[in-house]
Every structure is written in structure tokens, then in C-alpha cells.
């Protein structure tokens, strides 16, 4: 099973309806196997873009990020089921990698050289001033 994340966007429903929807999600999710470690409350936001959700304008929404184990064929099975939901407005499920590790990091890597290397113009062009066209 993979680690994944996934964040999801729920109407504003009121305390109730939040929370019946984001129960109804996670029961789905335990349906096909998942194992939930965390569920974060990201709070109520204005979202990016008005969505149309069964033909209403959704201007805010409730923001939760979702951290499970899940075998990665039932994957799209819980984004289909997420997102025939009535009360939520967009979810998406993605790999999540534990950090970035540096290549220079690992064991039997070459000595790193990040951020040694220079623009060879640029003492040349930092001194010398632009002048503006005229037109």
C-alpha cells in the first residue's frame, strides 16, 4: 500500500452537513481498504474559481487534507465516489513523498556543487547601464 494525501473542498453546509460529509468520504475511503492516519482541518476559504456544483455557485469551502494508506488499485474507485457527492466540490488524490533528499546526499554520490556555478556576463553586465529608447 502507498502513502497518499488528499485534499478536499466541501460545500458550506453549516457545522452538521461539514461534518456528514467529510464522515460519509471517510467511511468510503475505510470501504475500499484505506487506512486514514490523519485527517487536518485547513478551514473555511474562498476558493480560486467559482465552481458550479449541481447548478450552484460555490464561492467558499470548507478545506480538509486527508493522509491514508491505500492499495492503488482502489484509488480511483474513492475519487469516482468522492466525486459523484453532492457537498463536495473537488477532491484529488496524489503520492506523497516523504522529502526531498539532495542527489549529493546519498551514499556513493559525487561531491555536490549547487550554486557554484556563475553567470560568467554577469560582473560584466551588473556594471554597465541600460538607457531607455525613446520613441
Not at 452537513?17 to 460519509?24: F, I, Q, S
Request: aromatic content about 10%.
Amino acid at each position: 500500500m502507498a502513502r497518499y494525501e488528499m485534499p478536499v473542498i466541501i460545500k458550506t453546509l453549516g457545522t452538521a452537513g461539514v461534518k456528514e460529509a467529510l464522515k460519509r468520504q471517510l467511511l468510503c475511503m475505510l470501504d475500499n481498504n484505506a487506512v486514514i492516519f490523519n485527517v487536518e482541518n485547513l478551514g473555511l476559504r474562498r476558493l480560486p474559481q467559482v465552481f458550479h456544483v449541481q447548478q450552484e455557485r460555490q464561492y467558499e469551502g470548507h478545506y480538509f487534507l486527508i493522509n491514508f494508506d491505500a492499495p492503488t488499485n482502489r484509488i480511483n474507485e474513492i475519487r469516482k465516489r468522492a466525486n459523484k457527492d453532492t457537498d463536495i466540490i473537488k477532491c484529488f488524490a496524489c503520492l506523497k513523498d516523504d522529502a526531498w533528499v539532495r542527489p549529493c546526499s546519498l551514499p556513493d554520490a559525487p561531491v555536490c556543487q549547487f550554486g557554484e556555478i556563475r553567470n560568467p556576463n554577469y560582473e560584466k553586465t551588473a556594471r554597465r547601464r541600460h538607457g531607455y529608447r525613446t520613441y
